[in-house]
């Protein structure tokens, strides 16, 4: 992992649909940046490195796999937008993507350790109260690993 990302920010779009990056990402996409469709329905913002890697898996996959690899390639790609921070350190988010995330006014920019997420604040609120309640209680956290362990062996 070349870099770490910590913290939740709120942020609003603005009229153009563009966001602020934190300060503490920024350096991260000086150069470029690009956004995916995420899981739970955010956005995903990858590092240049980080979504080459993840676009020559998918490209493997669709060369060695059946139909199913090479559609989801296309769409992998067809969803994922390169993006430049301005001066500022906005991000512009293209229509789609917003849609998809349902982003619109109120959002929070999230330190996923990997990568970075966009939430729709209702979205966030909702998807968070189901990781902080994981914390909480971590032996029901483990209890899914423990049992996936045993249908292995």
Same mark, same amino acid.
């Given at each position: ?93 293209? *229509? ?39 914390? *909480? ?17």
């Amino acid at each position: 992992m070349d870099e770490l990302f910590v913290g939740q920010f709120e942020h609003s779009l603005d009229v153009k649909g563009r966001i602020v990056l934190p300060a503490s990402f920024r350096g991260a996409f000086e150069q470029s940046g690009y956004l995916i469709k995420g899981s739970e329905g955010c956005l995903a913002l990858m590092t240049p490195t980080q979504f080459r890697e993840l676009a020559l898996e998918m490209s493997t996959r669709s060369k060695e796999g059946d139909r199913r690899h090479r559609a989801a390639k296309r769409s992998f790609g067809a969803g994922a937008a390169r993006v430049l921070p301005d001066k500022q350190g906005r991000i512009a988010i293209p *229509e789609e993507l917003r849609e998809f995330a349902q982003l619109q006014r109120d959002c929070v920019v999230v330190g996923s350790i990997d990568e970075v997420e966009l939430w729709s604040s209702q979205r966030w609120t909702q998807i968070n109260e189901t990781g902080d309640s994981l914390l *909480e209680s971590p032996d029901s956290f483990s209890a899914p690993l423990a049992e996936e362990a045993a249908e292995v062996s």
